[in-house]
């Protein structure tokens, strides 16, 4: 198989390139696959094996048709993970998140109907949800949210199924939960933390650190979405949970605890504007139909994580700040 995957060279993406490329899911053994990425801020080549005789590498804009027009044919599927995924950049400006998600998106969509693709997954988040005072959502919860960030992914949502259900295009929707792990950009809540107390310097609690999250290992995610791309249905809307749920306060606690520092670190701030208080998705279905299960524990993944990081200061510039407060 030859497989499209957009924003690779970031986080989620390149983690499922090089596991796939490595051998990592079972009956992908010869695929060849090509990186389309436009390399912004969050995206690097270091995240990939550039040099992989079964990788091609192409930089550029997923909002630009006539590359996209060069590089789809011949693909069977396509991985869509390329967003700009940043709550608080959202915040400060939504334009970026509406043109690559949404415009972005839909170009992509549209390509792969022009050049025949045979399944689209389109790599989607919680946060569409919005926020969820008790329970867990199901998959056939309404959108409601409350971010430019997660709006805009709604939209790409939305637009993605509307291919499925008006062209036939096999386009299917995965919904995961927190990401964390070794390689996510120091932006986040996991590694802008640990990178802080590694060094030394304080970290921001929001609020009173008592919103909730989902957290999800970014190789439960991956193989995820491989189980989605190997046996999902066309049309069908899959949410991915990683089965560990803490507070803002309660995580903190944990990376104080592996990173060795105390809670005179911490220094809490202003809550961000419309922040969601509680995540929990219900991901029966995706256990049922593709057979998904989460094998990374909370505490093992962590650990890995925080050795990641001290690990690799310098290729990360732990020291330097990305303009952005928060996570």
Aim: hydrophobic letters at 35%; one cysteine or more; aromatic letters at 8%.
């Amino acid at each position: 198989m030859n497989i499209l995957v957009t924003g690779a060279a970031g986080f989620i993406g390149s983690h499922f390139v090089r596991t796939l490329l490595g051998g990592g899911y079972p009956g992908h053994e010869g695929d060849r696959v090509t990186v389309l990425d436009k390399l912004t801020y969050a995206g690097t080549l270091n995240n990939l094996p550039v040099d992989h005789e079964r990788l091609t590498f192409v930089h550029g804009d997923i909002c630009d048709t006539v590359l996209l027009d060069r590089t789809l044919p011949g693909h069977e599927a396509v991985v869509h993970f390329a967003a700009e995924s940043h709550v608080d950049r959202s915040v400060a400006g939504g334009e970026a998140f509406v043109r690559t998600n949404v415009l972005g998106t839909q170009a992509l969509l549209e390509a792969a109907l022009r050049h025949g693709t045979s399944v689209f997954v389109q790599v989607s988040t919680d946060e569409t949800y919005g926020s969820i005072a008790e329970g867990r959502w199901t998959e056939q919860e309404p959108l409601l949210p409350n971010s430019p960030y997660a709006a805009s992914k709604a939209a790409a949502d939305l637009i993605a199924r509307s291919y499925w259900r008006t062209h036939g295009l096999d386009v299917r929707i995965t919904r995961c939960a927190n990401n964390y792990g070794p390689g996510q950009h120091p932006e986040k809540l996991v590694p802008l933390f640990v990178t802080r107390l590694l060094d030394g310097r304080t970290v921001p609690l929001y609020g009173d650190g008592s919103h909730l999250r989902e957290w999800l290992h970014v190789d439960d995610h991956c193989r995820a979405v491989r189980l989605v791309l190997d046996g999902g249905s066309p049309g069908e809307i899959y949410n991915i949970g990683g089965g560990t749920h803490l507070t803002n306060r309660e995580m903190t606690g944990r990376l104080l605890a592996l990173c060795g520092r105390d809670w005179d670190l911490v220094r809490q701030v202003a809550d961000r504007k419309g922040h969601d208080f509680r995540y929990a998705v219900d991901d029966t279905k995706i256990r049922r139909e593709p057979g998904y299960e989460p094998r990374r524990s909370m505490e093992d993944g962590l650990r890995e994580t925080v050795e990641w990081y001290a690990a690799h200061s310098d290729h990360w510039g732990i020291r330097q700040g990305s303009g952005v407060r928060g996570y």
